[in-house]
């Protein structure tokens, strides 16, 4: 009985904090400065801290914990960026949450969300509707366009989010869906987009809906190890990618041909030293904290080689995960979540779940311990654990 009750104490901090990282980010999302964010980052990972604590883990979990809390907790005395250490402390208290629950909460809050600030900025109470102004896009930047961003402040950042819900609504109900849900999807994507002007979040939104869609109807292709595998090359392929960019900037003839179409993202990242690569350092410098859109390249500029590493090794083990547990809808979102990161910082961010891959690594990280028998405890066990 006591057992149950501190597990139930656990559960309640952490859904707790669940919902109010959800709500911050929907306030960033929004045109409100939220005042106690960072107090409110700092409850969070407190609440994180309390559900591990009334978790009973296995000796080689309670490792894997202290191990990236330690890369984690570097990390943050070199450049002071927390949320390294919020990160792991919300995928460690993952253990024994659902993960389709944690899905369809995030789902929900975050469309009622958005629908909230629809309507608010529509009928001109809160928000920006649309925005008329120069947006720098192709070879003529002084053109000035008039995009709907629907009362997030950006056109991207609708389309993101929308193409952020439906790779939930995808994950969550590919198993029934008929044919014409997946044309729903895709329409509803077009409809945004034809206001939005948001090339990238449209049409990467539709290589998800597309793949989810196939690997749906063609059983020997989802079981085959070929896509899982491409699906890593691809990971690994745009990491190194990107590296190259940041290196070259556009002084490589096919580099400079490649970020033509991704609007001059490596260019722009390229005029900060210290986003190079050959400027990487194991950990960040608290130096390097300006912003720009090209993720994968901000992700070692702002946290570091060793960080850097760990959220791409992370990704490949989701692809593992998803082969062995079949599970094939998740090699096509992080695929697709990896594209997207190409020319957007969306998953980059102090915002931990504006990137729903950390809601899978919770639920996935302790799978291979899982099973095996070995006794679990709570850290006050610490004896029985190391002799266990």
């Known amino acids: 009985m006591k057992s149950e009750k501190i597990e139930k104490i656990g559960s309640v901090c952490f859904w707790l904090a669940f919902v109010i990282e959800l709500l911050i980010v929907m306030v960033d999302k929004s045109a409100y400065i939220n005042p106690v964010e960072g107090q409110l980052f700092r409850l969070t990972f407190l609440l994180c801290c309390m559900k591990i604590a009334a978790t009973k883990y296995s000796r080689d979990e309670w490792l894997c914990i202290l191990l990236f809390g330690a ?3 570097v990390s943050y005395l070199v450049n002071d960026r927390d949320e390294t250490v919020r990160i792991v402390a919300f995928i460690a208290a993952c253990k024994g949450v659902d993960l389709k629950k944690m899905l369809r909460v995030t789902f929900w809050i975050t469309l009622t969300g958005s629908v909230i600030l629809f309507v608010l ?8 509707f649309k925005i008329t102004a120069n947006f720098g896009r192709g070879e003529y930047p002084s053109i000035i366009e008039t995009r709907y961003c629907f009362g ?3 056109p991207n950042a609708f389309q993101c989010m929308l193409f952020m819900m439906i790779t939930l609504c995808l994950y969550l109900n590919v198993e029934k869906m008929k044919w014409y849900h997946f044309l729903l999807l895709e329409f509803i994507n077009y409809l945004s987009y034809r206001y939005t002007d948001s090339n990238t979040g449209f049409l990467v939104c539709t290589a998800v809906i597309v793949g989810v869609m196939l690997l749906k109807y063609c059983k020997p ?3 085959s190890k070929t896509i899982y595998l491409l699906g890593a090359l691809f990971v690994i392929g745009i990491v190194l990618f990107s590296a190259v960019g940041s290196h070259t900037g556009i002084e490589n003839k096919l580099i400079d041909r490649l970020d033509t179409i991704l609007n001059g993202r490596f260019k722009f990242a390229h005029r900060i030293e210290a986003a190079r690569l050959e400027n990487w350092l194991p950990f960040a410098s608290a130096a390097n904290t300006e912003y720009f859109d090209a993720g994968f390249i901000k992700l070692f500029y702002w946290y570091g080689i060793i960080p850097g590493i760990l959220y791409v090794l992370m990704n490949l083990y989701l692809i593992y995960q998803s ?11 992080v695929a ?3 594209l997207f990161t190409i020319m957007e910082a969306h998953l980059i ?12 690594m919770g639920y996935y990280w302790y799978q ?16 029985k654990l190391l002799t266990g």
């Open 368 to 383: 291979p311990f899982a099973g095996k028998g070995r006794f679990e405890g709570y850290f006050w066990q610490a004896k």
């Open 349 to 360: 961010s102090f915002y931990i779940l504006r990137n729903y891959l950390f809601i899978f």
């Open 121 to 128: 900025s529509g009928i001109g109470v809160f928000g920006d």
């Open 323 to 333: 082969f062995k547990k079949e599970d094939y809808t998740i090699v096509v979102i």
């Open 336 to 338: 697709g979540y990896t």
């Open 71 to 73: 890369v984690a907790f």
């Open 152 to 154: 997030m402040g950006h």
């Open 221 to 223: 292709l989802r079981t």
